[in-house]
């Protein structure tokens, strides 16, 4: 006997329901088969809402109702034959009747107990489970439908009862034995109690159902059909790396699920563990992909961990005082209370010392537990033993699940280093003693980013996904841009780097794509976007939170100098071929050192000074390696290499600059360069990576252009240059005779007397 069960979204429409009808068409007659039906998807949600919605007084249930016949009508019109719908749709319009008149009771009663939420939310499963049976009989494939609270005996805990599997077990031999050979369809998620009562098994409890029915039933198998190809590595809606498992435990299964990797309900493990009954997790959508096999066996093929999930929506609990310390009785009187109000614990941490207790509970939980355990602890608070439960909101909890961790050393080592380099800071660790699940908690604002980076340290080792924000698109931006957009393939089928810009600005607009801003069409994208504003552009990338960001500043712009110091605490990375940061004063280019050595990010600004030449690297490498550097001597400037090369004195000296500057050589400013302050900062930048303390003042700079150059705007500069052209033909003309070419030349050495400048 095989059972198999369908969810909410392989149930969705007429299309889906055929590809399950197909799924089940090929299975060997050899075999008993009892299908379980999920509500259609959505429908649970509606239906709840409908009495919530009555209970406030609130009459727009009957909107959602009206709605939810609709669809369930549509439905038996496309799956059935003009001629075999009546029966089925006069079905469906009773139902829903029924659903009708309990709203309508809840409207007049204003109250939506446990025990009517059950009642209303049975429908959904009841509906289309008989549909879909009438559907495979006028297919041709014969089956009987089965109600599942005949089979499945709970105790009377509305919303979430528990099975008494004795009585289960009972009821199954009969009834099968009563309707054994024939196709057995059936609801998931209801039961009923010892009176009758409709009862539910916890929302997503349709796989609790298989689960049980099988094992009650001594199945050979049980297949859970969904719409992901199996168990993953992670959820697959935020880890898009992440990648179907093959084989697992069914222990590693059980932690990932009560972890949140919702693809299977919780409870629904244990009953087949039990029972050793193997269960497969297939893709109703891809029937053909191998899916995921959950068996006894410890696998060991060399994967030390099997996956991570994590849950939102945590409330981090601390009972903390001096007081706790050494006294036995603490911890039973905290669960004591915590028990009494049916408040489910998750994770617990308590440190050595006793100093403090620490409890994760989901969120909702929070304000009655404040209130029960400070009243449990009220004497010893009085007297400043303990000190009143600390509560934090909009936590997360993440898990790293693995059979095999225990055996290997280093895993958690990996786990938080890896979260520590990305910034996501840790407040609470768990791990049993089968070392089976390392559970961490961090900010919920952290989770995405906590999973992605993990995912990329356990399963994708060669892979490594770079988000980066690039603020500027002038000459270097826009190659920078350009260069990314060629390299893009070659780094990820070569080096497994996949390099995205995410988010893009210049000094008008700006654009962010959390999938990669399209690199081949970005001018027409970035004028589209809206307006440019820095500390906008700053805040996102924050808020964004992704890993490995990196921001690149290719601007000259001081202001967006000036915002590093905001980007390092999150642990982005700042790349800047923008020299005014290391340039400025040098209280401000240490405090940006110790910022990003202190987050893990990277502060990089290898082309402020030598373009692609690896000038700064060398520097810092003869550091690294104990040698000290005495003197520098350096053609630092571009722009004026270019234009003392072509410089002949037959031309204009303003029009050389003019041609630098039209071809891309200058800063924007061409005064910064031409004046030598673009030289000053970048020796300046080298002294400093040389390890000397010094600042822009400290240096002497011979500038060679006439001082009234300087007097006006950019403008005024070239007529100035145009006024004074036989002062650089003066100049060339000397050199010249004495085969000389001009430069210009910076030069550091440190000496017994002190530092000197160009
Ligand atoms: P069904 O309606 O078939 O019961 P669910 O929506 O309850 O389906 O569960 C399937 C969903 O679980 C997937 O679409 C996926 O988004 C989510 N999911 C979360 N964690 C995991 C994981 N580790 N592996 C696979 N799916 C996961
Ligand atoms: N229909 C129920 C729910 O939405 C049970 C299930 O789909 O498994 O929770
Ligand atoms: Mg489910």
Known sequence: MQVLKFGGTSVANAQNIKKVRDI????????????????????????????????????????????????????VKELLPLNNQSSLLSFVVHQFHEVEDICNGILLLNEFSGRTQDRIASFGELISSQVISAFFSSSGIKNEWLDARKLITTDSTFTYAAVNFRKTEENCRQLTALHSGSMLIMPGFIASDEKGNTTTLGRGGSDYTA????????????????????MMTADPRVVSNAKAIKEISY?????????????????????L???????????TFAPEDHGTEINATLLMNGNTTRGISSINGIALLSLEGSGMVGIPGFSRRLFETLASHHINVILITQA????????????????????????????????????????????????????????????????????????????????????????????????????NVLHEEFF????????????????????????????????????????????????????????????????????????????????????????????????????VAGTYEFIFPKSISVVACNKIACSSSFEYYTKLKKLSTEFNAQFLFETNVGASLPVIVSLNDLLRSGDNIHTMEAVLSGTLNFVFNNYDGKKSFASVVKQAQDEGYTEPDPRLDLGGTDVMRKILILA?????????????????????????????????????????????????????????????????LGVGGA
């Open 24 to 75: 089940v068409a090929q299975k060997p007659s050899s075999d008993q088969l009892i299908i379980i039906f999920s509500a259609i998807s959505g429908t649970t949600d509606r239906l709840l809402q409908c009495g919530r919605l009555a209970s406030g007084g609130h009459l727009e249930f009957r909107e959602i109702l009206q709605q939810l016949v609709q669809d369930h009508l549509n439905l």
């Open 211 to 230: 689960a049980i029915i099988g094992a009650a039933a001594g199945a050979s198998l049980v297949e859970i059909w969904t719409d992901v190809s199996g």
């Open 251 to 271: 222990h590693e299964a059980m932690e990932l699920s009560h972890f949140g990797a919702r693809v299977i309900y919780p409870p629904t493990i244990q009953p």
């Open 273 to 283: 563990m039990d029972k050793k009954i193997p269960v497969w997790i297939k893709n």
């Open 352 to 451: 050595s010392s006793e100093h403090s207790i620490c409890v994760g509970v989901e969120e909702h939980f929070s304000a009655k537990a404040k209130e029960a355990i400070d009243a449990t602890f009220s004497f010893e608070i009085e007297k400043g033993n303990v000190n009143p439960l600390v509560i934090e909101k909009a936590m997360a909890i993440i898990a790293l699940v693995g059979d095999q961790m225990k055996s290997h050393p280093g895993i958690s080592g990996r786990m938080f280093g890896v979260l520590g380099r990305n910034g996501v800071n840790v407040r609470a660790i768990a791990q049993g003693s089968s070392e089976r699940n390392i559970s961490a908690v961090i900010c919920g604002a952290d989770i995405l980013k906590a999973l």
């Open 460 to 559: 994708e080792a060669t892979f490594k996904q770079l988000n980066l924000y690039v603020a500027g698109t002038g000459n270097v931006g826009s190659k920078l841009l350009g260069q990314i957009f060629q390299q893009q393939d070659f780094l990820q089928r070569h080096l497994r780097v996949q390099v995205r810009v995410v988010g893009l600005a210049n000094s008008r607009h700006m654009i962010f794509s959390e999938d990669g801003i399209d690199l081949s069409n970005w001018k027409i994208l970035l004028q589209k976007g809206e307006k440019m504003n820095t500390d906008t552009f700053i805040q996102r990338m924050q808020e964004k939170n992704l890993r490995n960001s990196i921001f690149v500043d290719v601007t000259a712009n001081e202001m």
């Open 688 to 752: 400093r990576e040389a390890g000397q303390k010094m600042e822009m003042e400290d240096i002497t700079n011979n500038g060679f252009l006439p001082a009234s150059c300087f007097d006006g705007s950019v403008d005024d500069f070239y007529k100035e240059m145009l006024k004074h052209e036989s002062h650089f033909k003066k100049l060339y003309d000397e050199a010249a005779a004495k085969n000389c070419k001009l430069k210009f030349v910076a030069q550091y050495s440190i000496s017994p």
